[in-house]
T-cell receptor, first 114, second 110 residues
């Protein structure tokens, strides 16, 4: 089965600072996805990260706030920049397998901004 | 209108009960459908795919109605361990974009 490792699992950060979340997959994957899940809410796609090109951001999310790196086919990072309490949420990385059908998720990063 | 809509619940049922969840989607071009399970403070995990012909996995049965654009999940003989949030997931309709419903919370009580 696929293994995807996400770090950190949780963090408490001061407003105005930035946090970088890392995801490592045990095999090469073409697309990786970053989601946000606020308490009691659904997963909202932030952006799609392809290796070798800029990430594609969804409406309401911008690169300056959520810069993404995808240096190779097994690794990606999401940075939450200039954080405010409204950024407190769970952030999840994901990739597709099984003919681009089944989505696998990292364990999630629970971020609290104070 | 949300792209994927679910009744948030919560559904509170006794052990052994049968419970059904429905989910509607707005994009008729959607191609793939899934139910995911998310335990408290955990990441979502695939429960089962939903096929046009319907599919069954033990106590779980999933159905797809393309004409009415809804999918369903039936859980028979509920167990305490079934307590979780069940996410309706729709994929396709342009690329590999995956849309998640807000989830339906299920509590199974002894």
């Amino acid at each position: 089965s696929a293994v995807i490792s996400q770090k950190p699992s949780r963090d408490i950060c001061q407003r105005g600072t930035s946090l970088t979340i890392q995801c490592q997959v045990d095999s090469q994957v073409t697309m990786m996805f970053w989601y946000r899940q606020q308490p009691g809410q659904s997963l909202t796609l932030i952006a799609t990260a392809n290796q070798g090109s800029e990430a594609t951001y969804e409406s309401g999310f911008v690169i300056d706030k959520f810069p993404i790196s995808r240096p190779n086919l097994t690794f990606s990072t999401l940075t939450v920049s200039n954080m405010s309490p409204e950024d407190s949420s769970i952030y999840l990385c994901s990739f597709l397998r099984g003919g681009n059908t089944e989505a696998f998720f990292g364990q999630g990063t629970r971020l609290t901004v104070v | 209108r949300k792209e994927v809509e679910q009744d948030p619940g919560p559904f509170n049922v006794p052990e052994g009960a049968t419970v059904a969840f429905n989910c509607t989607y707005s994009n008729s071009a959607s191609q793939s459908f899934f139910w995911y399970r998310q335990d408290c403070r955990k990441e979502p995990k695939l429960l089962m795919s939903v096929y046009s012909s319907g599919n069954e996995d033990g106590r779980f049965t999933a159905q797809l109605n393309r004409a009415s654009q809804y999918i369903s999940l039936l859980i028979r003989d509920s167990k305490l361990s079934d307590s979780a949030t069940y996410l309706c997931v729709v994929m396709g309709g342009g690329g590999f974009k995956t849309i998640f419903g807000a989830g339906t919370r299920l509590f199974v009580k002894a």
